[in-house]
Each structure stands twice: as structure tokens, then as C-alpha cells.
T-cell receptor, first 112, second 115 residues
Framework: GDSVTQMEGPVTLSEEAFLTINCTYTATGYPSLFWYVQYPGEGLQLLLKATKADDKGSNKGFEATYRKETTSFHLEKGSVQVSDSAVYFCARMNTGFQKLVFGTGTRLLVSP | DAGITQSPRHKVTETGTPVTLRCHQTENHRYMYWYRQDPGHGLRLIHYSYGVKDTDKGEVSDGYSVSRSKTEDFLLTLESATSSQTSVYFC??????????????FGNGTRLTVT
């Protein structure tokens, strides 16, 4: 079935380091891809999205490119901040009204 | 923040007791969802609603029921709580279903512990 696989965390970085969180998805249909972020004690918030191959989603310095050839949607940020500490979820959704399938989440810890 | 309120925020209950969680929205969105979040599983869809009195099952619906008598309220009921239902429950809403032009907005969650 449809699934999303994320790298296990936690990912521990120092402030201003480069971030990559890997995400791969099953290659069924033509899914839209998403990154959601969950700050402590809160619900998930949409961070960015891409709806077709080669699209790049970006927001708040984060980027992810929809790579159909490698079925990947890795999240990157050039210089992380302490305030970026959160859990990041990759998700996929087929076109039309289908359920949103989430990965297991990756916790990011950024130290000063 | 989208106007989503979940209540209660925390609940401890005993095995076998009924529990109802409430989700209230002020956005007048048509679609509402209940997810549970567990370590190693991410978020999994329990039930969803696409209108008043219109609901359907998600991937982990066993042991749960839902009701939606008004646009703004979506109730999740555990008829007889079990320890496996200890989890964090999230309500989400969207304006026009789960498509790429209508992202989900989440509430802040309800932490349920079944002892």
C-alpha cells in the first residue's frame, strides 16, 4: 500500500548547521507530497508541499524537491535555529479525496 | 491559528469505561478528521466526516465511533476504553477534503491515558 519512510531521529545539530531529513515514498499513483512540523505541545502545521515531479516546496528557509526518479522528498535547511527544534512529518496523498499518509516523524534537536 | 478546540486536553480513565473526546471548529469547514499519534507509527486516521451526519472509517477505526450532528462539532467515542487506546488524539479540519489545495489544520491534541 501507500507509505512514507522517514529517517529515524533524533537528529541533533548545532545552531547554523545544515539540515537534511530524508523521506521516501512508495511510487503508486501521482501523489502530492508534504512536510508538516509539530512544535512541543501543539498540533501539526503544514510546512511546505509539492504537487508534481520536480516541484520545489519552500517555506521559512526550508526546502524540499519532489524527485520522482528516486521517489524522495528530502527536507533541507541551510542554517538551522534553536527555534526549529520540533518533530517533522513527511506525508503523501493521491489526487482526489484520499487519506493523507504520514511517515513516523523525525525529531530535530538544535542546540545553541 | 485555525479555530480548532479539542477537549479535554488531558484525560486519564480506567479500562472498560466510555470516553468521549470533542473537537470544535469555528471555521465552518466541511471536513473533519480524527487521528491518533503513537511512537513509531506517526499519525493514523481513525474516522473522518465530510458533512453533518456523514462519516466514514479510517485505517484504525476498530473500537471507535464518531458523530457529527453540527458542522462545528465532531465527537470521538471510545465505547469501552482499552490500554491500547492510550495515545494522543488529534482533530483536523479542511475546507474541501484532503487535496493539495486544501491543507489540514490540526488542533493541539488530547492526551488520553487508559489505566
Amino acid at each position: 500500500g501507500d507509505s512514507v519512510t522517514q529517517m529515524e531521529g533524533p537528529v541533533t545539530l548545532s545552531e547554523e548547521a545544515f539540515l537534511t531529513i530524508n523521506c521516501t515514498y512508495t511510487a503508486t499513483g501521482y501523489p502530492s507530497l508534504f512536510w508538516y512540523v509539530q512544535y512541543p505541545g501543539e498540533g501539526l502545521q503544514l510546512l511546505l508541499k509539492a504537487t508534481k515531479a520536480d516541484d520545489k516546496g519552500s517555506n521559512k528557509g526550508f526546502e524540499a524537491t519532489y524527485r520522482k526518479e528516486t521517489t524522495s522528498f528530502h527536507l533541507e535547511k541551510g542554517s538551522v535555529q534553536v527555534s526549529d527544534s520540533a518533530v517533522y512529518f513527511c506525508a503523501r496523498m493521491n489526487t482526489g479525496f484520499q487519506k493523507l499518509v504520514f511517515g513516523t516523524g523525525t525529531r530535530l534537536l538544535v542546540s545553541p | 491559528d485555525a479555530g480548532i478546540t479539542q477537549s479535554p486536553r488531558h484525560k486519564v480513565t480506567e479500562t472498560g469505561t466510555p470516553v468521549t473526546l470533542r473537537c470544535h471548529q469555528t471555521e465552518n469547514h466541511r471536513y473533519m478528521y480524527w487521528y491518533r499519534q503513537d511512537p513509531g507509527h506517526g499519525l493514523r486516521l481513525i474516522h473522518y466526516s465530510y458533512g453533518v451526519k456523514d462519516t466514514d472509517k479510517g485505517e484504525v477505526s476498530d473500537g471507535y465511533s464518531v458523530s457529527r450532528s453540527k458542522t462545528e462539532d465532531f465527537l470521538l467515542t471510545l465505547e469501552s476504553a482499552t490500554s491500547s487506546q492510550t495515545s494522543v488524539y488529534f482533530c483536523a479540519i479542511s475546507e474541501s477534503g484532503q487535496n493539495d489545495n486544501s491543507p489540514l489544520h490540526f488542533g493541539n491534541g488530547t492526551r488520553l491515558t487508559v489505566t
